[in-house]
Each structure stands twice: as C-alpha cells, then as structure tokens.
C-alpha cells in the first residue's frame, strides 16, 4: 500500500517561495513506470496538474507554471519536493502528491495540505 503525506508552511507571503515536502512510503520513486505528481485545487476550482517527475528523474511542468515551478526528489529518502517562487494570492490552494500510472491515472493521493499565500 503506498502513501504520501505532503507537509509545508501553511501560510507565505506573496513574492516568496513556497516549498512542499511529500513523504512517499509503500513504493519506491525509481520503480519503472511511475510518475510522481503535484497537483492542487484552488477555492472553488477543479484540479490543476502543476507537473510531475518520472521514475527515470525527468521532470514536467505545466506550460502556465514552468517559469516558477521546481520539482526534485531524494531517492534515499524516498521524499518529492515542489518549490514554486513569486507566489500569489491565486496561488492559494490545497496541494497534493500523487502517483501517476500513466495517462495522468492518479492511483495513490496525499491528503493534502493546505496553503495560503496572505500578507
């Protein structure tokens, strides 16, 4: 059974860096062919991939959030990290971990974690 756990500030002002930790267990990040996505839900919006890295380590983002939009992982400790600099008042959303089976399927989600960017 895999599970992630995504962990972070909470609360950033705008023109920071937001930076999101998600904790994957049950499952190896390497493992042939999985990708590893953040995704978010802004209030009253539906849900937006922001991008993804696969087994391989490549990475994609969304072509909108590219500019400002970071995703890393440590295979040791089997922890993924989203960065996102310049942050904005419409940048506040739940965001989630999840692991893609191919097609954008997401089989295994986060809970969530909620952040606000307010001054």
């Known amino acids: 059974q895999v599970q992630l756990r995504e962990s972070g500030p909470g609360l950033v002002k705008p023109s920071q860096t937001l930076s999101l930790t998600c904790i994957v267990s049950g499952g190896s990040l390497t493992t042939a062919y999985y990708y590893w996505s953040w995704i978010r839900q802004s209030p009253g919006k539906g849900l937006e991939w922001m991008g993804d890295i696969a087994y391989s380590g490549s990475t994609y983002y969304r072509p909108s959030l590219k500019s400002r939009t970071s995703i890393s992982r440590d295979n040791a400790k089997n922890m993924l990290y989203l960065q996102m600099s310049s942050l904005k008042a419409e940048d506040t959303a739940v965001y989630y971990c999840?692991?893609?089976?191919?097609?954008?399927?997401?089989?295994?989600w986060g809970k969530g974690t909620l952040v606000t960017v307010s001054s």
């Open positions: 999840a692991r893609d089976v191919g097609l954008a399927t997401m089989d295994y």
